[in-house]
């Protein structure tokens, strides 16, 4: 198993360097048709949400909608799987930071009674805010 970057998904994802995006596409394959697992920690998942979001000026559906295939993809062993689809699905519908709806889910999956924050922002998502 090797651990994956952000870079090689915003590569694969926006083809903006065609050399890099065949790389990262033949490193995936390769995964899929040998088995060998690519680790993906949750922070890269957020980085390249943040990268398309903020660089490429995608909106979060558009972002939720090119980044679930790869949180559902077989090949890449997601470090909180099922938390990211989550968040993801937050994400796409509400106006809200990414960050905020990993927190989120996080919270919801681990039973916890909310999230403690001033923003506001979490009032949008099916998780109590608790305010200090």
């Known amino acids: ?22 790389a ?9 048709k ?16 943040w990268v398309l979001q903020r660089v490429f000026r995608l909106r979060p559906a558009q972002v939720a ?10 090949m890449l062993a997601i470090e909180h799987r099922d938390r990211m689809m989550r968040a993801l699905e937050l994400f796409s519908v509400h106006n809200v930071d990414f960050i905020d709806c990993y927190l989120a889910a996080a ?5 916890m009674e909310g999230v403690a924050s001033f ?3 979490f009032d949008k998502l099916p998780v109590r805010r608790v305010e200090p």
């Open 1 to 22: 198993m090797i651990a994956a970057d952000a870079n090689l998904f915003v590569r694969w994802l926006t083809n903006d360097d065609r050399p890099q995006a065949e």
């Open 65 to 74: 909608e090119m980044v679930e295939p790869i949180i559902a993809a077989p």
């Open 24 to 32: 990262a596409a033949r490193l995936f394959h390769t995964a899929e």
């Open 107 to 111: 919270s919801i999956e681990e039973g």
């Open 119 to 121: 923003d506001r922002d």
């Open 34 to 49: 040998t088995g060998v697992l690519v680790w993906v920690a949750d922070i890269v998942v957020a980085e390249v949400v």
